[in-house]
């Protein structure tokens, strides 16, 4: 019975790494998902791997799909010292407006 309860111990262990351990920004199961079927997963995954060890190693030539949209992604400008930052939303009058009608109605 504890042999029985030590593999399923580790079936459910290797589920969560497969499900909630992202590798290169996605986990197991979205890559999974992604393919079209078992060989389409497969060549992928070899391919990722291709290229990780590529990067590891410095040979890589081309810089990937992250680095070239974190490279054309501007930040966004800091605040100046004492100045609130903008908010995020932008809404008109008549958009708080409608809200107080909705809040109203409901506080009756």
């Excluded at 262990?13 to 998902?33: E, I, K, Q």
């Excluded at 054309?72 to 932008?90: F, K, L, S, Y």
């Amino acid at each position: 019975m504890l042999k029985l309860l030590k593999w399923g111990v580790a079936a459910a262990a290797l589920w969560a790494v497969v499900a909630f351990v992202p590798v290169g920004g996605r986990t197991v199961l979205d890559r999974w998902r992604a393919a079209s079927g078992p060989g389409d997963f497969v060549t992928r995954t070899a391919a990722e791997i291709e290229r990780g060890v590529r990067r590891l190693a410095g040979r890589s030539q081309a810089p990937s799909r992250e680095a070239q949209a974190r490279s054309t992604v501007r930040p966004a400008p800091a605040a100046r010292p004492g100045q609130p930052t903008p908010p995020a939303e932008h809404h008109t009058d008549a958009d708080r407006k409608a809200l107080d009608a909705i809040v109203a109605e409901h506080a009756r």
